[in-house]
């Protein structure tokens, strides 16, 4: 059964922080919470618990994975981002958005879609996701819990300790964070494509 860690969703401590993350750092399979809903997460090199993610969402090879990062300085280590895009970034980040980008090198293959080298990227606006980055010191590999069949994704702790408590590693409880998953657009096209009407405001993007 996974370790549950309640951590204080605005002052988290920093021992309960460092205790995630070593969690991730050995290959573990996380359920954190996010500013839009909870995730599943793990390390980007982690191949055995990325397939684990798959099998417990039951995801083909063509889901896009998101890289959460802690700041558009880190994003542009695996997005290809012009100085347009770059400034509607720092505007909408940290927010409740998932980007989708040109991937760079430093992108692993096996995380990209199969007909186009692109990855998803996040920052999400949540003191325990910036604390955990920043304990890390790398991005998380991440994919919201929306369980096979369902349309939202799981919002209480305890009930996801139930649903897959014996499937990840660690579930971090950070209170109530909402069922609501981001908003996801597409910025390799012009004008910019939203792909998932989420949390995040579309508003900005009509053309």
Excluded: W
């Amino acid at each position: 059964m996974a370790d549950f860690l309640e951590i204080h969703p605005d002052n988290p401590q920093p021992r309960l922080i460092a205790r995630a993350a070593a969690v991730f750092r050995a290959g573990g399979v996380v359920v954190y919470p996010t500013d839009s809903s909870y995730a599943l997460g793990c390390q980007i090199g982690e191949k055995s618990a990325l397939d684990r993610i798959r099998m417990i969402r039951r995801l083909d090879d063509k889901h896009n994975f998101t890289l959460v990062c802690r700041d558009l300085s880190e994003i542009a280590t695996y997005a290809r981002i012009d100085n347009s895009a770059y400034r509607q970034l720092r505007s909408l980040t940290p927010g409740p958005y998932t980007f989708i980008y040109e991937a760079t090198k430093q992108v692993p293959r096996r995380l990209l879609h199969p007909k186009r080298r692109a990855i998803g990227i996040r920052v999400p606006d949540t003191p325990i996701i910036r604390d955990l980055l920043a304990e890390l010191d790398q991005p998380i590999l991440s994919t919201t819990l929306i369980m096979p069949g369902d349309e939202v994704p799981l919002d209480d702790p305890y009930e996801i300790r139930e649903s897959i408590g014996h499937c990840v590693d660690l579930i971090i409880d950070g209170g109530h964070c909402g069922a609501e998953p981001t908003t996801v657009v597409d910025m390799t096209q012009d004008p910019p494509k939203v792909l998932r009407a989420g949390k995040g405001d579309t508003a900005v993007f009509a053309s």
